[in-house]
């Protein structure tokens, strides 16, 4: 039986305990945490740190703050500098090599160009040199230029190739830099890109690496003998034995030494080759060779004028096939950069560029009016805007001075 007593005696202890609880939960400090053991069972535990704390906004870029004047810059100043500079250099950067465009040369730094390849090709040339010591990167470096300036247009170094004077002694290295702007030319002609046409301007400049050993013979200032025409024959073979000696050297370089005197109709040597059995880059450079050797004087000759000696090639069409022929008139020209006219007006002229649609009709340079004097004031014409005025024949470099006296 259940009394009363005990039934009031126990809700007066469950009163006591739960002030017993209020009591000690107001007891706590202001602020102060509460763990799960003070909280009622009932109560939900509260968010972890990283649930309550929201992710954080990202920095925002520090202000620009000028530097005064001689003071140095501080942190801030610096580390925007070093953004800005890699930007700069992230727009050219082409992993891992920084590409530079070539720009077009002034006519004094293109003359320099040409004098740089000059002593170049005086070096290789020279008598009891190491030939392993050659550094085809540098040759290499030194045709990339003239590609480059070609392609651009600059009409400096064609001129530098017609106008240049040289003497018997030195006459093969202006030759092997005029053949190898000329060949470029004539390989822009047809289309090559610019790694065909370093390849071909090396194959150029190394073409006739045998001849200083027939240079006493090719020297003579007389017509050879058949018995020192054949010997010097010899210097192709030999120059493609010395070529063979240069640490990486591609292998073409030898090939087109061989080859460039040989003729598609099998009258060159020292094979007899035809046709597709030569090489391209040899059938460029042979008829290139003919055009520079022609044009330039020599110890026992004049140089042709450049009409003519088209005209005598022109004869040989089966000789260096039609193709090449006409590529060569079109990018080297009958009146080439740098040749001398007289006009039909009797003023004497000095072609500076070509027009490659109308080879009869290049811009020119008034040198000397019709009354031999010097213009007072600069004159370029261009023959194919003045229908009335061309060109009644080509001078030679030599007849100037008397032209002037008359």
Known sequence: MVRMSDILKRARERKEREQREKEKRSSLEPGQPETASSLPPSSPLPQSPEQKIPPAPQPAEPEEVK??????????????EQKEEKTKTSEVRISPLIIKRPRLLSDEEAEKVYDQALFLMQEMLRKNIDYKSIDVKRIAAQVEKIVDQLNLGNEELLKLVFIKDFRNENYLSY???????WSIEVGMGLAYDKTRLVELGICALLH????????DLANQPRKLTVEE??????????GSEILEKIKNLEKIALYVAHQE?????????PQGLKEE?????AKIIGLVDTYEAMTHPRSYRDGFLPLETMQKILAKKDTFGYRLMKVLIEKVGIFPVGSYVELSTKEIAQVIKLNHTASLRPVVKIIYEADSQAPKETRIVDLTASSTVYIKKGLRKSELGTLRAV
């Open 67 to 80: 530097t005064p004047a001689g003071e140095e810059p501080g942190p801030v100043e610096k580390k925007k």
């Open 175 to 181: 030759h092997s830099i005029n053949v190898c702007i």
């Open 208 to 215: 006739d690496m045998g001849m200083p050993e027939y240079l």
């Open 229 to 238: 025409y054949n010997e010097i024959k010899n210097h192709p073979v030999k």
């Open 261 to 269: 005197h040989e003729r598609v109709d099998g009258s060159g040597y």
């Open 277 to 281: 059995s030569i090489t391209e880059y």
